[in-house]
């Protein structure tokens, strides 16, 4: 059945002009971090279920207009689903902004603070642009990435994210 739904998964070139240093198809990169709620999570606690990564800054005009949508579309969607998980990882921001932040969108999933962006460049380069999503399997590699909020690759990481759940 695995062999069934890797053939499964659609395949995504990521542009180069994207700055990502991590690939579709490599393990997602260890580290831990804690929600402004104060909850503390590890990568491999997430083992086991698909797992999106929204990275995000309260100074970033395309976050404010793409969180919406993941709040609505994605994680209204599946925010009871046992086997998912979504966090919004807030690029070296104090906590008392990004809580600002989550109610001025408004969005309830959690946001995770990442101090001086600890977490941010073990995906990107140094100097990319915040506003990208990265999904996981259940397995923890990488299978998906976006860049900006572009309504059609939205529209694809939903299905991805659908069909992972299958």
Same mark, same amino acid.
């Given at each position: 059945m695995a062999a069934t739904l890797q053939a499964q998964k659609p395949v995504k070139e990521i542009p180069a002009d994207y700055g990502y240093i991590v690939k579709i198809g490599q393990q997602v990169p260890e580290f831990t971090f804690?929600?402004?709620?104060? %909850?503390?999570?590890?990568?491999?606690? +997430?083992? @086991?279920?698909?797992?999106?990564?929204?990275?995000?800054?309260?100074?970033?005009?395309?976050?404010?207009?793409?969180?919406?949508?993941?709040?609505?579309?994605?994680?209204?969607?599946? %925010?009871?689903?046992?086997?998912?998980? +979504?966090? @919004?990882?807030?690029?070296?921001?104090?906590?008392e902004v990004v809580e600002k932040f989550a109610k001025q969108i408004p969005i309830t999933y959690p946001l995770a603070l990442d101090p001086k962006g600890g977490i941010f460049y073990q995906f990107a380069e140094k100097g990319a642009g915040v506003t990208r999503n990265v999904i996981v399997d259940k397995t923890g590699k990488i299978v998906f990435m976006t860049r900006l909020y572009k309504e059609e690759e939205f529209q694809e990481m939903k299905k991805v994210i659908a069909e992972l759940l299958k």
């Open positions: 804690t929600t402004s709620e104060g %909850k503390t999570v590890k990568t491999t606690d +997430l083992i @086991g279920k698909i797992v999106m990564f929204q990275f995000t800054a309260s100074w970033c005009s395309v976050c404010r207009k793409e969180m919406p949508h993941i709040e609505a579309d994605i994680w209204k969607k599946y %925010k009871d689903n046992p086997n998912f998980a +979504l966090y @919004g990882i807030d690029l070296d921001e104090p906590k």
